[in-house]
């Protein structure tokens, strides 16, 4: 009966996609199209995710266990919450299992985030703010982090150098990020387009990570310029006077 509840309920959104397909522009019906035959899209309804990323940190997870039970974790750009939704389940943050340490998730975007048991956010927030950065030192346990991550983007352009750069640049705040919350030995996995920059972010992640890893999950589209970097072994610098 739950099974046959989830077709239905696949097959209405797929219905409801259609219908809608008719009233847009080309460029609006290709995407459409696209979700439609999405397999990683119609998995997320299946299994309730808020979208098809969650699929990304899952994979990425599976294969380098970062989140484990009873980690603190900074999820950035966080809406809709697909990925504090796999991290509230890997870190147990919700006290779903009482036999496992129980985790923190926080996550953090300008745009509102919908609650979610076992995560607090905060929305309509700036990452890069100094007002953020302390409420994340009040929120999380013993004000450090033991994984920061980022599936932000900046809104897009059109104009995709300029688009990498600006993602680029969000990214490198979070260098800045980590030296205020990231325990050492911690971890930061961040998405970047791929492009001329891509190298500056390596070359800052190295001299403050023991491990820097590029990464293209098989839920990143073959035709995408998405790429993430997992940094693990954070070497936490002492602040010169």
């Not at 999820?75 to 697909?82: E, L, Q, Y």
């Not at 990498?164 to 640049?169: R, V």
């Not at 023991?210 to 073959?222: F, I």
Request: with cysteine.
């Amino acid at each position: 009966m739950w099974c046959f509840s989830l077709q239905r309920r696949s097959l209405h959104s797929s219905l409801c996609l259609m219908k809608k397909t008719k009233s847009k522009t080309p460029a609006e019906q290709r995407w459409m199209q696209r979700q439609l035959k999405d397999p990683y899209v119609k998995a997320s309804h299946q299994q309730h995710f808020r979208c098809r990323s969650a699929f990304k940190l899952l994979e990425i997870d599976d294969k380098f266990r970062i989140l484990k039970p009873g980690c603190s974790v900074v999820d950035c750009g966080a809406a809709p919450g697909a990925w504090s939704q796999v991290a509230v389940q890997r870190v147990n943050s919700a006290g779903t299992d009482p036999d496992l340490p129980r985790g923190a998730v926080i996550g953090i975007d300008l745009l509102n985030i919908p609650s979610l048991d076992g995560a607090h956010f905060l929305s309509s927030h700036d990452v890069t703010d100094p007002a953020t950065h302390a409420k994340l030192l009040e929120l999380l346990p013993r004000s450090q982090a033991h994984v920061i991550l980022s599936d932000m983007a900046p809104n897009a352009s059109g104009f995709r150098d300029m688009d990498h750069e600006k993602l680029i640049l969000m990214c490198l705040s979070l260098i800045d990020l980590a030296g205020k919350i990231l325990q050492p030995g911690g971890s930061l996995l961040c998405k970047y387009w791929d492009g001329i920059l891509a190298h500056e972010l390596q070359d800052k992640l190295s001299a403050v990570f023991g491990s820097v890893r590029t990464l293209k999950p098989n839920a990143s589209r073959k035709d995408s310029a998405e790429r993430y970097f997992l940094a693990g072994m954070y070497r936490k610098q002492e602040k010169r006077l």
